[in-house]
């Protein structure tokens, strides 16, 4: 089977945003909405409730042929059957996540502000790398800021898609796909919208217009 394309709405769930039995249904309508990767981010200390919910988001996903990520956590990424995971500065590294998902799962690196780690990163043999916070971000309101000028760089010099994360918005995200990203990683964006579909639509339509120009 081959990886599905990374480019598009990258839709990240928050635990804090629903009651968790309406998680599938919310992540339906992102899908719905246009949300080309789905990533399951929750922080609770419940492995058993989050294995059970992982489980329902990766059956849901691949019915609708959208990869679902796993924040920080390769354990319940194999146990799920998800697609790949998502990794942070104090999670596992990379090519241990490889060794346990295999070739064909979708292994993510944050790299926040820091071109090095964006390096070492593809050097492990990632799949994607996310660059952020861009914007004042609710979700990690300390989070790093980062400039434009890394996605234009890693566009140039590096072989793998770039994610844009941290307060993007369907205003202010067409400046991150014009400088070269290929995701824009949306939490609140999309799950804290009074119209999640509408929200996700939003977001996509402007991946829908820089594809229009080539």
């Known amino acids: 089977m081959r990886k599905a394309r990374l480019r598009g709405l990258y839709a990240i769930t928050d635990a804090t945003l629903q009651?968790?039995?309406?998680?599938?249904?919310?992540v339906a309508q992102a899908?719905?909405?246009?949300?080309?990767?789905?990533?399951?981010?929750?922080?609770s200390g419940d492995r058993a409730a989050r294995l059970r919910q992982a489980r329902v988001l990766a059956?849901?996903?691949?019915?609708h042929g959208v990869p679902l990520i796993i924040n920080d956590?390769?354990?319940?990424?194999?146990?799920?059957?998800a697609d790949g995971v998502h990794l942070g500065r104090d999670d596992e590294d990379p090519a241990a996540a490889r060794r346990?998902?295999?070739?064909?799962a979708i292994i993510g690196v944050s790299c926040y502000d820091q071109w090095p780690r964006a390096l070492q990163a593809v050097e492990q043999g990632v799949d994607y790398i996310a660059f952020g916070r861009f914007f004042p971000s609710r979700t990690k309101p300390l989070a790093v800021q980062a400039s434009l000028d890394l996605i234009r760089r890693a566009k140039q010099q590096?072989?793998?898609?770039?994610?844009?994360?941290?307060?993007?918005?369907?205003q202010n995200g067409a400046q991150l796909v014009a400088a070269g990203?290929?995701?824009?990683a949306v939490v609140r964006g999309v799950f804290a919208?009074?119209?999640?579909?509408?929200?996700?639509?939003?977001?996509?339509?402007?991946?829908?217009?820089?594809?229009?120009?080539?």
């Open 181 to 184: 990203a290929d995701m824009l």
């Open 158 to 170: 590096l072989a793998v898609p770039v994610a844009a994360i941290g307060g993007v918005t369907a």
């Open 193 to 214: 919208a009074p119209d999640i579909r509408q929200a996700a639509r939003a977001y996509a339509a402007l991946f829908d217009r820089d594809d229009d120009e080539y």
């Open 100 to 104: 346990r998902l295999g070739a064909q």
């Open 73 to 81: 956590d390769t354990r319940l990424a194999a146990d799920s059957g």
């Open 31 to 43: 899908i719905e909405g246009g949300a080309r990767l789905v990533q399951y981010r929750d922080k």
């Open 19 to 26: 009651e968790p039995e309406q998680l599938p249904e919310r």
């Open 59 to 63: 059956e849901l996903c691949r019915a």
